[in-house]
């Protein structure tokens, strides 16, 4: 699914590249052709660095899960709110666990925010502690850099410990 989510960024940019090239578009200095290929470049980057945040965010979060002890599926007991974008522009929604065994329980649940094209833009896990039998609680998952666009969250891996 990466992989799609960098050939869409990627195809999108070269696309703005091709057209303003194609337009003969320049910065005064040099001919459309070194205007595009500099452009094709800080797309080839910007491209690169989405990658690499997707890669880092879901390193991090498979670490997050495995330091989990003892945990049991718990993904039917999870459900994710709206998404929104908080104050400082990161997304942001609401992870709200059932804990539905006898006595009082954490969670570590993986919500995945996808494009709109359902490609994945960034992943977290976020701790819902200490549940008291029977009871609801929610926490919030906050995605790890601004996401731009329509953003939906889905629940990856829930455990329940």
């Known amino acids: ?50 990658a690499d945040a997707v890669d880092s965010a879901t390193d991090s979060a498979k670490k997050k899960l495995d330091e989990v002890k003892d945990g049991v599926d718990a993904k039917d007991a999870v459900k994710l709110g709206d998404v929104t974008t908080d104050a400082e522009g990161s997304s942001t929604v609401t992870v709200t666990a059932r804990n539905t065994d006898d006595s009082t329980k954490s969670f570590a649940v993986k919500v ?43 629940p990856g891996t829930a455990l329940r410990y």
Do not use: W, Y
């Open 1 to 50: 699914m990466r992989g799609n989510s960098i050939r869409t960024a990627c195809g999108t940019l070269l696309s703005l590249v091709v057209v303003a090239g194609a337009a003969g578009c320049s910065n005064g200095d040099g001919s459309a052709s070194d205007a595009a290929s500099k452009a094709a470049s800080a797309a080839a980057s910007i491209g690169s660095q989405a």
């Open 112 to 154: 995945d925010f996808k494009d709109p094209a359902g490609n994945l833009v960034d992943t977290v896990v976020v701790t819902v502690s200490d549940v008291a039998a029977g009871e609801s609680k929610d926490a919030t998952a906050r995605s790890t850099h601004k996401l731009s666009g329509d953003v939906t969250a889905t």
